[in-house]
């Protein structure tokens, strides 16, 4: 079965073509970074507005590089949440359409499930059951996965999510839009331990984050450095930052691990990227003799693979939606069922 | 035998339209307000079983590619450009304004010169005005434009029609000036392309060219991307 995948919540149009049989055909994406930097963040509008120019194009894009003639999409998976909700109507509307005219079964593909799944595309995935470590601008999540569509939260962050507090501390740093993969360079030239801030609510039980008082500490310290700051300064800041962050979430996630027995960890999300992270990570995951995969560095952040993916194996299941599209700026990952249990929407 | 799939999205209304070179032939709207993702693609499969016909038997799509709500125009344009594409058909796209002076045209005939104003909220409206001649047809003769209501010239004279819900602002409404607070439907986007049709003067793209006209471009204000 071919499915076309559609991924359109935030600031990146991503379109792909995954085969059951064969694997991922093709993929493209358009990012609006470079749209957005002059404005300091994601504008919904322009975000909404540039979906709208770049959809058709990545579609024939992706068809063509698969090699596949319009006739021989077998479905249609998008994202219908969470996001904002004028960009998530742009493919949504079109994937189902498309779904519509071609006579094909369409699938709504929840965002986090497609990232939870990202790395299924890897020649060795991950197998069933495992704990999701989703950590990305909006969501930094510890998840119980048992099977696709049983979700269970162990923790979440309380207040900002990492990739939020990675982009606002390079803001204060003068990083540019967005500012989070460019302060883990900058944290590469640090020096270890000149800055060292407490990694938040490892001393606490449980496996919830919290990462606002952090960027305040980091705040702080900055205030107290010579203005303006040097090169060092802000690689050492930038590293003291980053391994505050990175010890926090590798505390939690040998705690999830633990707390469940499982030995399998999933790290997916745009922070999922970082390498101080995977190497934490790894190297704790060893301790624990159990095992971490990640997604492919081009399917951290948004894209359209996993969408098609995700959206794949609910309609192998024998999941579909029929042709009114409902959307979800907010649909928390735990609202969703096994395939055939659900209309694949919230309630 | 010109089969034309019409609609829509771009007000509070929401609608779709059926049509032949003789006529109408099915139809269905909806005022209910922020249902228009849920609704739209339903009443085209609705109507396309009602009158027994595929995607494939029509000659295109036409629909309206604003102005009108940001969010309506993008349900609208992104749902015909799926359809198109996978149909590969080719579109015709429609300006609200143009769709709303026929619609006027429609109704009172006798009317030569016609002013149109849609609400545009935010205390504006996107208007503009035409000639209607029954021999040459129907001209638009100004621009496109998006104007505080106090901006916008009056017609004078016995055969000036007005048509659009833009006509219902306050300010306008002061006017006195007789008027139909119509919003646009997709039975006047498929007599309006019909007409086009009739006249050679269609323009037929390939979805991909679908795109919004929005008249308000000015929507987020520029920051310094970093510091602060």
Redesign the interface.
Known sequence: MRVLGIESSCDETGVAVYDTERGLLSHALFSQVKLH????GV?P??A??DH??R???L??QVLAEAGLS?QDVDGVAYTTGPGL??AL??????????????GVPAVAVHHMEGHLLAPMLEAEPPAFPFVALLVSGGHTQLIKVEALGRYELLGESLDDAAGEAFDKTA?LL????P?GPELARLAEQGVPERFVFTAPMIDRPGMDFSFSGLKTAVRQAVARLPTPLSEQDRADVALGFQTAVVRALEVKCRRALQATGHRTLVVAGGVSANTALRAALDRMAAKERGRVYYPDLRFCTDNGAMIAYAGAQRLLAGEQV??????HARWPLTDLQPPGQSAGQAA | MTRLLALDTTTEACSVALWEADGLVVYDHTLEPRSHTRRLLPMVESLLAQAGWSLTQLAGIACTRGPGSFTGVRVGVSAVQGLAYAAELPVLSLSTLDVLAWQGVQTQPECRHWQVAMDARMGEIYCADYDWDPATGLHRTTPEQLLKPDRLTLLAGPDVGRIGAGWALPELAATGASVDAALPHARSVAAWAHELLGRDLADWQPPHQLQPVYLRDQVADRRPAAGG
């Open positions: 930097a002059e404005y300091g504008v509008e322009l909404s507005r709208v120019r959809l058709l194009p579609v024939d319009r909700l004028g109507m742009v493919g949504a509307m079109a994937g189902r359409s498309l779904a519509l005219a071609w803001k003068g990083l540019p839009y500012g029929d042709s009114a599209v409902t959307l």
